[in-house]
């Protein structure tokens, strides 16, 4: 009944130091990336759950799923005086997600347990960062390959997610999920 988009966004030019960062982009559904401005992406926060008023794209009606919830897991990196830097962020698109049903509760929680499960991959992919080292010479061997495992595993998950819990339709296996959520973002609190 959902579908989830994932893309990601990975600013490169770490190794070309005099040269501005060229973008690279992996969809795996149409998203527009280019001009966009922190008003229209939400960061995903502990306090702040998405609300049906978050999904403000329009339906569409030949997609069989009740809701699309876009979110990004975006990763910035760049080299500065031979030392690596990098964000990771997980932020949800309001104008790329919408619903058809936005009186169901259930079919909400669904799609915040989505968000929720691209922040515990966020916050994997900062731990594994962190593994690579910091100089850039260490970073140019590690990084795409880590950023390409991130995103494969991530992109796995919600799939596995959808097909277990029945696209939130199966309530048991959609309380395990979320409980094992909880649980992954508490254990990684520290990649917060």
């Not at 809701?67 to 990004?72: Q, R, W, Y």
């Not at 964000?87 to 049903?101: A, D, I, R, T």
Request: aromatic share 10%; hydrophobic share 40%; glycine share 4%.
């Amino acid at each position: 009944m959902f579908f989830f988009t994932l893309f990601l966004s990975l600013l490169t030019g770490l190794f070309s130091p005099a040269a501005a960062p060229a973008v690279i982009a992996t969809k795996l559904a149409p998203a527009k990336t280019e001009d966009r401005t922190n008003n229209d992406k939400l960061a995903w926060s502990p306090a702040r759950k998405l609300s049906w008023e978050d999904f403000k794209g329009n339906p569409d009606d030949q997609n069989p799923h009740h809701a699309l919830t876009a979110a990004n897991l975006a990763v910035d990196a760049k080299c500065n005086n031979n030392k690596f830097m990098y964000e990771v962020k997980c932020v949800f698109l309001p104008q790329e997600s919408w619903s058809k049903n936005k009186m169901s509760k259930k079919l909400l929680q669904h799609e915040q347990l989505h968000f929720d499960l691209t922040e515990v991959h966020a916050r994997l992919l900062r731990q594994k960062l962190v593994g690579i080292g910091t100089s850039c010479a260490s970073v140019k061997k590690g990084m795409q390959q880590e950023v390409n495992a991130a995103f494969a595993a991530w992109k796995a998950e919600q799939d596995l997610f959808d097909k277990k819990s029945n696209h939130g339709l199966d309530s048991v296996a959609q309380q395990q999920w979320a409980a094992n959520i909880e649980q992954r973002l508490q254990q990684l609190e520290a990649w917060k």
